[in-house]
Every structure is written in C-alpha cells, then in structure tokens.
Nanobody, 124 residues
C-alpha cells in the first residue's frame, strides 16, 4: 500500500518562496501521475499542479501558472512543488496525490491515494 508524505510547509511573507516535497513509498511511483491539490479554510479542495510519470508533461491551475513549478525525481520516489511569489491567497493545506491517468489531472476524483497535507501560510 502506497504512503505519501508531504513536507516543507510553513509560514512565509508575501512574495516569498517555499518548496514542498512529497515522498512516496513503494516501487510503482514511476508509473503514476502525481499531483498537488490545496484546500483553504471554508473552501473546496482545488487542483494546483500535476506531472506525468516521466516528468515531461506538467499541468498547472491558472492561479499558479508562472509562479509554481512541479517536478519529480523518480530515483528518489519524490515529487516537488517550488512555490515562488507567494500570495496570501495561496494559504492552504497542500496535499499530494497519485493518479493512473492524465485524462483529467485537475479532478480529485481521479486520484486514489493522498498524503496527510502540509500547511502553507502566507502573511501579507
């Protein structure tokens, strides 16, 4: 059974940067699409970014495009989210998740395993 563990969250001022990591257990990491979602208080969970199993294809929500970069290191079974130019509206719990398909990377329904989340707080 796969286990996903996020790390790297914290408190940062607006305009600052953070790098999130998602470490995955198991041997099948390289066969999965991986994604980042976030959920702010009182709001629904929303798609942030996703990356194909090879890392050659990446997908972003419009709200983070140009500021966030998703990447993965299959040798380390780890995915990353580099977040630059952070804004207060980026404040949320960030979750990593895995999916079998790129057909609907922005839909949380396509993801079958989730991490416990890491808090990101951006102060103004």
């Amino acid at each position: 059974q796969v286990q996903l563990v996020e790390s790297g969250g914290g408190l940062v001022q607006a305009g600052g940067s953070l790098r999130l990591s998602c470490a995955a257990s198991g041997r099948t990491f390289t066969t999965y699409v991986m994604g980042w979602f976030r959920q702010a208080p009182g709001k629904e969970r929303e798609f942030v970014a996703a990356i194909s199993w090879s890392g050659r294809a990446t997908y972003y929500a419009d709200s983070v495009k140009g500021r966030f970069t998703i990447s993965r290191d299959n040798a380390k079974n780890t995915m990353y989210l580099q977040m630059n130019s952070l804004k207060p509206e980026d404040t949320a719990v960030y979750y990593c998740a895995r999916s079998r398909t790129v057909a609907a990377v922005s839909s949380s329904n396509e993801y079958d395993a989730w991490g416990q989340g890491t808090q990101v707080t951006v102060s103004s």
